[in-house]
């Protein structure tokens, strides 16, 4: 799925959120839900608006790199800016890759890597001990530099193979309890949406927002 250019100059930046990712599967997720809580806001990516540096990831937290990311894309753009830091914790590898999981085999973004290196690690792990959970946050920062963050989780394990065909990273092996028999990446997207660590995050910031209102 391509990402067209958009002229920053066309954008209402009272009505405008930029996404903090180059990933388009990514910001239809993230504007699928998060357009609930803002009706009348136009969603763009920041790889849209031009060629921006990747901040460098410094926090050891999903929160703390979450609101980096954010942070620096208001500091390019000027807009609100919303980014999400997300990952896979493994029970029985002591939480890891976490923080790490996009760049859990050394390069960014490698997902065959990723979880090659994932089914090496576990190998010898039995089924029972191979629980997991993908984590979320979002953190959404103004223009102003006011934050607010949303947190969430999706329980599941490990699977043994990867299956199906939507999603992205590590979908192809992690089941969520919420669809027994399922691998993430054999959800639609509307059903994933339903269940996901990242819907849950953005349903907790909208729920945020709306105490706002």
Not at 143 to 159: I, K, N, Q, R
């Amino acid at each position: 799925m391509a990402l067209e250019k958009i002229d920053p100059s066309t954008l209402d930046p009272a009505a405008t959120i930029v996404v903090a990712t180059g990933n388009a599967h990514k910001l239809v997720e993230i504007e699928a839900i998060l357009s609930e809580a803002l009706p009348g806001t136009r969603f763009v990516a920041l790889g849209q608006l031009g060629d921006f540096d990747d901040p460098e990831e410094t926090g050891t937290t999903f929160a703390e790199n979450a609101l980096i990311k954010a942070h620096a894309a208001v500091a390019e753009t000027g807009l609100a800016a919303v980014a999400d830091d997300s990952g896979l914790v493994v029970d029985a590898l002591d939480g890891a890759p976490g923080v790490y999981s996009a760049r859990y085999a050394g390069v960014h973004g490698d997902d065959a890597a990723n979880n090659a290196k994932l089914m090496c690690e576990l190998a010898d792990v039995p089924e029972a001990e191979r629980t997991a959970r993908f984590m979320s946050v979002v953190a959404l920062v103004r223009a102003d530099g006011t934050e607010l963050t949303g947190t969430g989780a999706c329980e599941g394990h490990v699977g043994f193979e990867g299956r199906g065909e939507y999603g992205f990273g590590y979908d192809p092996f992690f089941l969520p309890n919420d669809t027994p028999g399922k691998t993430m990446a054999e959800l639609t997207p509307e059903e994933k949406n339903a269940i996901s660590h990242r819907s849950h995050a953005l349903k907790d910031l909208c729920s945020k927002l709306a105490d706002e209102a």
